[in-house]
């Protein structure tokens, strides 16, 4: 969980942004919507590793460097690490409650390897993004024994592309669902078991974020497994939410044993159920009903299946701004791996 600094940042974030925003036209004169998310996604979120005492491992000539640091591991907060950086001290620091945030060009498959190497403290999922460079790869253990883990697209649209990274992992949230979720008489028998995000920011302020959480329930008849997704988009610069995908294909042998929402609209969101149970492919389309809706959305959807969680996983989203004589548009897109380990 974040620390009370951390939450009392993101708090002040808020509410510096309803104030930024208010008075604006929705997606009106080119700025910013007037929907404020409190999600943290267009602020500068750097600046919640000022209350964090953060150790540099690896090279840190390669770093960037963080507004407080410290010499030993054992006094940090948070770590930011090089990918090649030496695992026995970051195995250590994860133990410990500690975020680590790796950056460089191979920063997915050093955090892969440092979760790898505490798979039998953890459960954890992580959804890695292909032909896409992402710069920062983020995990975040929790006190139940589950890590966060967090994929930053290099969209091309943070201040700071590693500390606004970091920042965010930290303090960051998807915003609740637009969109209705069903409840179950079940939902006591299924324990957390960590979280995968998604995160990406244009250059020209358009934000997303994908949050796929895994609840695990162990039964006579075997294990079975949740996975809910929150969609979350944001709106900048006159363009205005068009449309939001997300996918996940299983291995045509994995049984889903059920993919919800039904279709329907609320809170002026539009979400469709465009799943193929039967191929083992889960899918929903989110797009906006209203003024509000086409400046910030979340849609919500989920599935339960069985054994073994790995599958491709997609996240689009379009913007469009209508213009006299055609329309323009803005792309998203994150392609790539799923994979989950829920057996510590």
């Known amino acids: ?12 974030a808020g509410a510096a942004g309803a104030a930024g925003l208010a008075g604006c036209g929705a997606l009106g004169g080119g700025g910013r919507p007037d929907v404020n998310t409190g999600s943290g996604l267009d602020e500068d979120t750097s600046h919640a590793l000022q209350s964090e005492q953060v150790y540099l491992a690896g090279d840190a000539s390669d770093l960037p460097d963080p507004p407080n640091t410290v010499d030993s591991i054992d006094d940090a907060d948070a770590v930011l690490a090089t990918t090649d950086a030496d695992r026995v001290p970051l195995v250590r620091a994860l133990r410990d409650h500690k975020p680590v945030a790796f950056d460089g060009g191979d920063a997915q498959s050093a955090l892969r390897g440092l979760l790898e190497s505490t798979r039998q403290n953890y459960t954890f999922g992580v959804e890695e993004v292909r032909a896409r460079p992402v710069p920062v790869a983020v995990a975040v253990p929790g006190r139940n024994g589950t890590v966060d883990t967090y994929t930053f697209v290099d969209d091309g649209g943070w201040d700071d592309p590693v500390l606004d990274a970091f920042g965010w992992a930290l303090v960051g949230r998807v915003p609740e669902c637009d969109t209705f979720v069903p409840e179950s008489s079940a939902d006591s028998m299924y324990d957390y078991a960590g979280s995968a995000h998604v995160v990406g920011r244009l250059d020209t302020g358009e934000a997303y974020v994908s949050r796929t959480t895994a609840t ?6 075997g294990r079975f497994v949740r996975l809910r997704t929150r969609l979350h988009a944001e709106a900048n610069d ?3 939410i068009e449309e939001g995908v997300r996918e996940a294909d299983f291995p045509d042998d994995q049984r889903l044993h059920r993919a919800w929402p039904n279709p329907h609209t609320e809170n002026g969101v ?4 465009t799943s193929n149970t039967i191929r083992s492919d889960f899918s ?8 509000r809706a086409k400046s910030a959305l979340t849609g919500c959807g989920g599935l339960r299946t069985d054994g073994e969680i790995a599958y491709d996983h997609r996240v689009s989203v379009t913007w469009k701004r209508d213009k006299l004589l055609g329309n323009d548009r803005r792309y998203a897109t994150a392609t790539g791996r799923g994979e989950w380990h829920l057996d510590a």
């Open 1 to 12: 969980m974040p620390s009370t600094n951390r939450r009392q940042f993101l708090a002040a």
């Open 216 to 221: 695990v329930s162990r039964q006579d008849a």
């Open 270 to 273: 539009q979400i469709a159920n």
């Open 238 to 240: 006159g363009y205005a």
């Open 284 to 291: 929903f389309e989110v797009t906006p009903e209203s003024s």
